[in-house]
C-alpha cells in the first residue's frame, strides 16, 4: 500500500533523519520528529505551541538537544563492546 504524503510531512520526515544524523543516533525518536517541526518557523505545530500553549520554543530546542545528548551517552555505554 503506497502512502501519498504532503510535501510538509517529507520535509519534517526527511529533516528529522538530518538530526538524527547530526546528533548520532542509531534511529530516528519522537525527539528528532519534534526538532523537525519546531524548525519550520511557521508551522501548525510552532503556532499551537507558541500561541495556545504559551511554550517558549528556544528552550525546548535547547532542552531537545540536552536529552538527545544524554540519551546517545547512555545507548553508548550500553551498546559499548558490541
Keep these: 500500500m503506497k502512502i501519498d ?3 510538509g510531512a517529507v520535509r519534517t520526515i526527511e ?3 538530518q538530526f538524527a544524523d547530526d546528533t548520532s543516533s542509531f534511529v530516528v525518536t519522537s525527539e528528532h520528529l519534534l526538532l523537525s ?6 508551522g501548525t505545530a510552532i503556532r ?3 500561541d495556545k500553549l504559551g511554550v517558549n520554543i528556544d528552550a525546548l530546542i535547547t532542552e ?7 540519551s546517545q551517552g547512555l545507548l553508548s555505554k550500553l551498546f559499548d563492546g558490541f
Excluded at 517541526?37 to 511557521?42: C, D, G, R, V
Excluded at 531537545?64 to 544524554?70: A, P, W
Design 5 to 7: 504524503y504532503t510535501n
Design 15 to 17: 529533516k528529522s533523519q
Design 37 to 42: 517541526l519546531l524548525n519550520e518557523k511557521t
Design 48 to 50: 499551537l505551541l507558541t
Design 64 to 70: 531537545l538537544f540536552e536529552l538527545l545528548k544524554q
